[in-house]
Structure formats: structure tokens, C-alpha cells
């Protein structure tokens, strides 16, 4: 099978199940041998900040000496990304045999009627492949929600995490904070503690530490009224957090409470026998870098990329931009698909921009760029559609001026293409 093969394979999944639970995904893994038993954990669920947590977890166990797993999604340039060690993805190759070995056990599966979905198969190979590799830790991101992701199949984490909780897919999770919040505390496994990000809204926190004290959880969630930092230039963060000091290369204020939360999630992997040291700790998160969140692809000419896509993003975003480009040109390029509430994430950004072009991301429900053009137009932001990927970098580039900047967002299928465009964009000037 060649790489190719295999991502067709992928891709030809359905993206949902047709009802909930993990049924599936425990036959599955039992046909191939439990490979999820051979295996420690730390399990991070939440709306916003499951890659960036799961990812500084990931730099600080590797920075200890450990063969550390990562399983993360959405991807932005390449599939593979999904599923590292050490930092490093999957090979194409490797993933291709990989597929080859799981799709008999799937295949089986779908001829009794059990259809596997995309995501569940994806599980499946990351957790065959750590397996395989023999890894020692693997941090392993959930894919939407927490009780019915394929995720949840792993039984006894080391220790588990919810990143900050807000509206996002309403439709599966449901229509409240609260009803979010019970889905993705379906994590949390009898024992094993948790941390929680610091700023959750009341009725979310409330859900929390109710449903801990039913699987008498002990809660670990860090105190913001401890934690100091300053912006550091256009490089990140200079952070000090109960007497110890790092350096955090993710921009965004969001990031500084996420980096809380990666320091809980190492304490506890110390206090369960793993010799992490406060170094270690300094050195990953240091380390940690994250294509498409606030990412700055060129400072001349300055071009920003994040995949925010939900109204919290939006809030992030903006203030982002508040921070770091105060008082500039900003021209964005906008995509965003339709499960999303589209409204809601504009009105945070739309203030900051003076120009907008919309482009169509490359998704299966991609909102048209017309119809996303007279949406940001209602807001009276001065719009137009985009002729190609291509020519909106270049129009955008050129409407900032030398000392503006192009901010593209909306959704990471727009991100991942729209990095590639800006690296051939930039090629042409040289």
C-alpha cells in the first residue's frame, strides 16, 4: 500500500458514527491486540487549547528522557502530524504499513456491520504504532467531546486535563455550557486526577467538581493569582509561576494559562514516579511550537495564520491582535465552514480589520466566500471575494503596505493551505 493508498483509505470513513459509544472502538482494539494496555497515558479534553497543552506536556516528558507519544487534531500541513514521537511525525511510509496492518481488523468489522469512523480508525493506528514503538508516555488529545470519543476507550491514565470549555459542536455536545462540560468530563476515570484550566466559567466548573466528586477525582487547578508574566517582545512569554520562571515561546495570553496547566500535568507525573524536574519543565514548554495558532509565518511582510473557528477563538484572536499589533494595517483573509457559529467569531476580530478577503476553505462544508463576504459585510467592514488562495495573500500583502499586517483565520483547513501559499508568496520576492 502506498501512502496515497492509505490516505484514501483514511478518507473514506465516515466522519461520525451512526450513534454514540465505544463499542466500536473496544472491538476494534481487541482485534488487534489491546495495544492501549501496553501503554501510560495523560488525557486532555476541552474546547480551546487541547493541541497546545497536549504538545507542551509532550516537550517537557521528551526534555525528561522519555519516549513520549503525541496524538493531536486537527492536523494543518500534513496528515502525519497527527500522530509524533518525540516531536516527530509519522513517516509516510511507515504510516502506509501501518494502515495496511490495521485495514483486515477494520475491513472484518464492516462486513458485521460495525462501520468504523475516521476518527476511531486514526485512534486506532496511533495507538498501534506507540505500541509498536514501545513508548513510554503518550499524551493523547481527545477528538470532540470526552464520554463517547474513540479517546476514551484507554482505561487508567496517569493523569487526565480539561483545557478551557466553551461553545463549540452544539449540535453532538449540546446546546449549554453545562451539558458541554458533563460530556467532556466523561474523561475522568475513577481515581486518576485531573487538572482543570484555571478560567472556566461558574456553571462549568460547577458540572467539574461534581462529577470528580463522584469518581472521587482530585482536582488540580492552578491559581492565576500566583502566576506573573510579561510579553516578550514579539516571541512569546516570560512567565513565573510558584517560584519557578520560564520562557513561553506560544503567543496569545490564552497560552500562559495553558502552560499552567502543562506544569500541573508534569508535578503530577513526578509525584507518580517520573523524575521531571523543574528544567525539564522550562525546556519543554520553551520548546513547544504549534503551527497555526497565532503562528507568524513573516515579519517583512508581517503575516499571521491561526485556525481559530469558534467564538472563543475569536475572543482570543482579537486579543491577540490587541496585543501584539496594536495600532497597525491589518488586512484579513477569512474561511470558515458551516457547523460553525460564524456570527459570533467574526464580531471579536472584525473591529481590528480594515479590508477582509473570504476564501473557501478546503473542506467537506466549506461556507461559501460570497456568502461569508455578506456576512462580514453586515458588520461594515469594507469585503471582498477572493480569486484564489494565491492572489488573497498577494492582495492582502500589498493592501497592508510595509508597515501593516495580514492576518489569515477562520478555520484550520484554510490555515494548512494558506501556509503553503504564503512560503510560495514569500519565494517569489527573493
Given amino acids: 500500500m502506498t501512502y496515497s493508498q492509505a490516505l484514501d483509505y483514511i478518507s473514506s470513513k465516515l466522519r461520525f458514527g451512526s450513534r454514540p459509544g465505544l463499542e466500536r472502538m473496544t472491538v476494534l482494539l481487541e482485534r488487534l491486540g489491546r495495544p492501549q494496555d501496553r501503554l501510560k497515558f495523560v488525557h486532555v ?5 487541547k493541541g497546545s497543552v497536549c504538545t507542551m506536556t509532550a516537550c517537557i516528558a521528551k526534555a525528561a528522557g522519555y519516549k513520549t507519544g503525541l496524538y493531536i487534531s486537527p492536523y494543518v500541513s500534513d496528515f502525519c502530524e497527527r500522530m509524533q514521537i518525540n516531536n516527530q511525525m509519522i513517516s509516510h511510509s511507515a504510516l502506509a504499513r501501518l494502515v495496511e496492518q490495521v485495514k483486515p481488523a477494520v475491513d472484518a468489522m464492516e462486513a458485521e456491520g460495525m462501520i468504523i469512523t475516521e476518527f476511531e480508525l486514526n485512534t486506532a493506528l496511533a495507538l498501534v504504532w506507540f505500541a509498536q514503538e514501545n513508548c513510554d508516555l503518550v499524551v493523547l488529545e481527545v477528538g ?11 482505561e487508567n491514565p496517569l493523569v487526565t486535563a480539561l483545557v478551557s470549555i466553551s461553545f463549540d459542536h452544539m449540535s453532538v455536545l449540546g446546546r449549554t455550557l453545562s451539558e458541554i462540560a458533563l460530556n467532556k468530563t466523561g474523561i475522568f476515570k475513577q481515581g486518576c486526577p485531573a487538572v482543570i484550566y484555571p ?21 488540580v487547578i492552578p491559581d492565576p493569582r500566583l502566576c506573573a508574566y510579561s510579553v516578550s517582545g514579539l516571541t512569546g512569554y516570560q512567565v513565573k509561576y510558584e517560584g519557578m520562571s520560564y520562557s513561553l515561546s506560544l503567543m496569545g495570553e490564552h497560552q500562559v494559562y ?6 500541573e500535568i508534569a508535578r503530577l507525573l513526578r509525584a507518580q514516579g517520573y523524575p521531571i524536574t523543574d528544567e525539564d519543565i522550562r525546556t519543554g514548554i520553551h520548546a513547544a511550537a504549534i503551527p497555526a495558532r497565532f503562528e507568524i509565518l513573516s515579519r517583512e511582510p508581517f503575516i499571521i495564520v491561526d485556525g481559530g473557528h469558534n467564538p472563543s477563538c475569536g475572543e482570543v484572536i482579537a486579543k491577540a491582535v490587541d496585543t501584539y499589533l496594536a495600532g497597525k494595517k491589518i ?3 477569512a474561511g470558515m465552514i458551516a457547523d460553525k457559529d460564524v456570527e459570533n467569531t467574526l464580531k471579536s476580530v472584525l473591529p481590528y480589520l ?12 466549506p461556507i461559501p466566500p460570497d456568502q461569508l463576504a455578506d456576512q462580514i459585510a453586515a458588520f461594515g467592514n469594507t469585503v471582498e471575494v477572493g480569486r484564489s488562495y494565491y492572489s488573497a495573500v498577494k492582495k492582502a500583502v500589498s493592501l497592508a503596505g510595509s508597515e501593516g499586517a495580514v492576518l489569515i483565520f477562520g478555520s484550520f483547513y484554510l490555515a494548512g493551505r494558506m501556509r503553503k501559499e504564503v512560503n510560495r508568496f514569500l519565494k517569489s520576492l527573493k
Fill in 258 to 263: 495553558n502552560s499552567l496547566v502543562a506544569v
Fill in 331 to 333: 488586512i484579513g483573509i
Fill in 199 to 219: 478560567l472556566q466559567a461558574p456553571e462549568v466548573m460547577e458540572v467539574i467538581r461534581r462529577e470528580a466528586a463522584k469518581k472521587n477525582v482530585a482536582l
Fill in 354 to 365: 480594515s479590508h477582509v478577503i473570504t476564501l473557501a476553505p478546503e473542506s467537506p462544508h
Fill in 144 to 154: 470532540l467531546g470526552g464520554l463517547y470519543d474513540a479517546t476514551n476507550v484507554i
Fill in 45 to 49: 479534553a476541552g474546547t480551546n487549547g
